[in-house]
């Protein structure tokens, strides 16, 4: 059997490239399904502690800037460019963005944020629909988000020795 000439880290775009679209596909799917089945404040149900609901958020995280749709479609496109020109810049740099775990923070944040910004594009608005009810409803992007952002968190509380900057 011939042996593949691949890259090492080629299996990873790959795979990272496949989390992306589920991610974003089940955050695509949700919305959809909460748009086709809720009128907008209807809940399915509500179990005391959290209920899900259908939540027109005009705003952004938090609902703040409501009614702000261009402002915010504009600013995560210029945070997204941002974010990719950096971690492509500082990569060689910067051996923490080396890690998997890193690596897949990145997609699951990027995955959240291509997902809102289908619906703000789309729809002027971004569905959100779980509510635990002590913190503003949210989504599958917004859930990715966030749990992309603990992971970089945590990455760097306990890999501290490998964000040194190297030369």
Not at 20 to 26: D, F, R
Not at 51 to 69: L, M, P, S
Not at 97 to 111: C, D, K, P, R
Request: some cysteine; aromatic content about 10%.
């Amino acid at each position: 059997m011939q042996e593949l000439n691949r890259s090492p880290g080629k299996w990873r775009v790959v795979v990272f490239g496949c989390i992306l679209l589920l991610v974003v596909l089940a955050d695509q799917l949700s919305k959809t399904w909460i748009r086709a089945n809720l009128v907008r404040g209807e809940s399915l149900f509500d179990v005391g502690f959290f209920r899900i609901i259908h939540i027109q958020n005009t705003g952004a995280i938090f609902g703040v800037f409501k009614d702000h749709t261009l402002t915010l479609v504009i600013v995560a496109f210029t945070g997204i460019i941002i974010i990719l020109v950096l971690v492509a810049i500082m990569y060689k740099h910067l051996p923490l963005l080396h890690s998997m775990w890193v690596q897949s923070a990145i997609v699951l944040i990027a995955s959240g944020m291509i997902g809102n910004q289908i619906d703000r594009i789309r729809l002027g608005y971004v569905t959100d629909f779980l509510d635990f009810k002590v913190w503003p409803a949210f989504n599958v992007a917004d859930s990715s988000g966030t749990v992309g952002a603990v992971i970089i968190a945590c990455c760097i509380i306990f890999m501290a020795d490998k964000i040194k900057y190297r030369e």
